[in-house]
């Protein structure tokens, strides 16, 4: 029999921190930039301009939308400063970028213990976007993948998603939460499905993720306050 509700929980930024490695590689570009005298007030707008774009050219979240968005950055530079570009150098600079993927991401204060309470009353899942190998192997070494019924690795989550989503897994959306950082893949889509939404705002959150808020959802700064409205029934 099916429990009473089910918990969606978002990965990155909900439950570990990924934003915030990006930024540290971002800001190691751009200090190796500055020594080569590649800067100015808009390099950090310019990387991440072509780190969005790679994600329409590249058709999705694939690892090398940020290694290759700092190689294109490098180049821009060198054209605009007339600078040779050097092939050793932009090697190095994408370095940093694939650099990331190594990376263990840190939990969010709560993830695990909020997880181990929710699983005894609800049937968790897991929607994750971006390259499904990179994604299955950060869930793996979370050690949190035990918590879920299933786990889903998407391209991108819009309202189609959310649809397939109800469809599959027999979902009665007014008893259905999703949880996620990111008001255009997780709240405003799965809201216009139904689905009972908490916008978390714990980290820093990327660009790319911002969006206007269109849906009618709770707000949490903490996994804590998200435990504390399920548990309220909202
Ligand atoms: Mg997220």
Redesign the pocket.
């Known amino acids: 029999m099916r429990r009473l509700q089910t918990v969606i929980f ?5 439950l570990v921190y ?1 934003y915030k490695l990006f930024l540290e590689a971002t800001y190691e570009f751009m200090d190796a930039m500055k020594k080569m005298g590649l800067y100015d007030d808009e390099l950090f707008k310019v990387l991440d301009d072509f780190d969005i774009k790679n994600i329409e050219k590249n058709g999705g979240f694939l690892p090398e939308n940020f290694p290759d968005a700092m190689r294109q950055t490098y180049r821009y530079y060198c054209n605009k400063y007339k600078h040779r570009p050097d092939v050793i150098v932009e090697e190095s600079l994408q370095k940093i970028g694939w650099g990331v993927f190594e990376k263990e991401h840190e939990l969010l204060p709560d993830a695990e213990s909020l997880l181990e309470e929710l699983k005894r009353s609800h049937a968790l899942f897991l929607l994750t976007q971006g390259h499904k190998e990179t994604q299955l192997k950060k869930i793996a070494t979370s050690g949190l993948a035990v918590y879920f019924e299933q786990i889903k690795v998407v391209q991108q989550k819009n309202i189609q998603t959310y649809q397939g989503l109800i469809k599959d897994f027999e979902l009665i959306p007014k008893d259905t939460w999703m949880i ?3 008001i255009k ?2 709240i405003n889509p799965a809201n216009a499905c139904g689905i009972n939404c908490i916008l978390l705002n714990a980290t820093a959150s990327w660009d790319f ?1 911002k969006d206007i808020l269109k849906a009618d959802c709770f707000v949490a700064k903490n996994l804590a306050e998200c435990k504390y409205i399920i548990t309220k029934g909202g």
Do not use: A, E, I, W
């Open positions: 978002d990965f990155d930024d909900t990924t996620g950082n990111s893949s997780d993720d």
